[in-house]
């Protein structure tokens, strides 16, 4: 069995999701077991005072006692050290919007969380490099953590404080779930995911629709958390990965020095400031209205064009050239063409195979892209290429004749 092995970050998010979950876990349960020594400290006094007395009729005896009923479960105690509670621990532990999100309450979603911060987070991390990894991951983590804070300090404004559904725990990995399948969307939309010998496929870019729908609907059974850190945790990814995101491309091929399309690189690259920078992801498989099915793409493309060009009004926002949306394609399908369709079993995605080289090799790098860029070239001006003549060489061509040499000229 091949080991796995683990970039720095990714490790350090394993770690910290293990750690955290473990320590919350023990936490509660220590509450727990305080509040029913408590309780039965209380009942028990209770009891001892009213042995003393005179049983005169039977509304004195038993005394009140507290039931399993008033027993809080573990799950309800929060800790507000290292996770969201609204209205308790925002002020005083800023920290908590990170952390929160690397506290898992059940075994389930923790097992769900740690796979995807396995495979998702190594994988990413070869790709887009640590420091790329570390600032995704801090955005994934603050941004829906803010927004479903606001939501339920909105809430708690219009119901009773005080009643105990009030008081819910902001935590859980969802958004981070959420970013990554964003993220392969993005890089390899089109790879297959085979399950239970070959009886279920589906491709990575099916994957955010349908943790989206699998997280609603948990949503309107259960906790309505699970919806709120699912949406919004899809959209920040988007949003951050299709405006925001800036990587830096080495001009390859010969196009001129002002276009964007020079920019016809493999998309791994590291920052490196020294080259063509890019700010998002302007290519047409990216746009929001392709992460859900056909029959609501159609609506969900009016949609986004609607809010678009709002922002667009408002100057949040700035539109994409035709360039750089021409180049963007073409670095899509790069990608595409560079994994082809792969399927593959479910075990951990591995990383492109150009990283093995040593990142101070510069010759090796500039020789990967290069190659990948003129294959890019050669798969658009394939199509419109003349088929080769198939005449051989010496067909059309006469053997030459006997020379003839002019007679001498004898002369007196």
């Not at 959420?178 to 995911?193: C, M, N, R, S, Y």
């Not at 020079?262 to 992801?281: C, L, M, Q, T």
């Not at 949609?303 to 949040?316: E, Q, T, Y």
Request: proline residues 8%; aromatic residues 10%.
């Amino acid at each position: 069995m091949a080991r796995l092995t683990l970039p720095p970050l990714t490790k350090v998010m394993v770690v910290l999701l293990i750690v955290l979950s473990s320590v919350v876990t023990l936490l509660r349960y220590y509450q727990y077991s305080v509040v029913v020594k408590a309780m039965n400290e209380h009942d028990q006094m209770l009891l001892d005072a009213s042995s003393s007395e005179e049983i005169t009729d039977g509304r004195n005896f038993p005394p009140d006692q507290k039931t399993l009923d008033q027993l809080p479960h573990p799950q309800d105690l929060y800790v507000p050290l290292l996770t969201i509670v609204p209205g308790k621990s925002m002020v005083y532990y800023p920290w908590i919007l990170v952390t929160s999100s690397f506290v898992e309450q059940s075994l389930l979603s923790f097992i769900l969380t740690i796979a995807i911060l396995l495979y998702g987070g190594r994988y990413c991390e070869h790709v887009w490099g640590s420091a790329e990894l570390a600032r995704f991951m801090l955005i994934q983590t603050v941004v829906p953590n803010c927004i479903a804070l606001l939501f339920y300090l909105f809430v708690y404004s219009i119901k009773d404080p005080q009643s105990s559904k009030a008081i819910i725990t902001i935590c859980g990995g969802t958004s981070i779930i959420a970013g990554f399948l964003v993220a392969f969307k993005q890089l390899v939309p089109e790879h297959t995911i085979v399950l239970f010998k070959g009886r279920i496929k589906f491709r990575v870019k099916q994957l955010p629709v349908l943790f989206l729908a699998m997280s609603t609907f948990l949503g309107i059974i259960g906790s309505d958390l699970y919806a709120i850190m699912a949406w919004t945790g899809f959209f920040t990814s988007w949003i951050y990965l299709r405006f925001f995101r800036v990587t830096y491309t080495d001009p390859l091929l010969p196009f001129n020095s002002n276009s964007t399309a020079a920019s016809v690189v493999s998309s791994y690259e590291h920052s490196n400031p020294s080259g063509i920078r890019i700010k998002g992801d302007a290519s047409e498989s990216f746009a929001l209205s392709g992460f859900f099915p056909p029959p609501a793409a159609e609506y969900v493309d009016k949609l986004a064009n609607s809010v678009f060009s709002l922002l667009l009004a408002l100057h949040i926002c700035s539109p994409f050239t035709a360039a750089e949306t021409e180049a963007a394609n073409m670095r899509t399908a790069a990608r595409v063409s560079q994994f082809g369709l792969q399927t593959t079993q479910p075990q951990a995605t591995k990383p492109p195979q150009q990283n093995r080289y040593p990142r101070g090799s510069a010759r090796a790098e500039a020789e990967r892209r290069r190659a990948l860029a003129l294959k890019a070239l050669e798969q658009r001006v394939q199509p419109s290429s003349p088929e080769p003549s198939t005449n051989r060489p010496n067909e059309n061509i006469q053997p030459p004749g006997p020379a003839v040499l002019p007679r001498p000229h004898v002369g007196k």
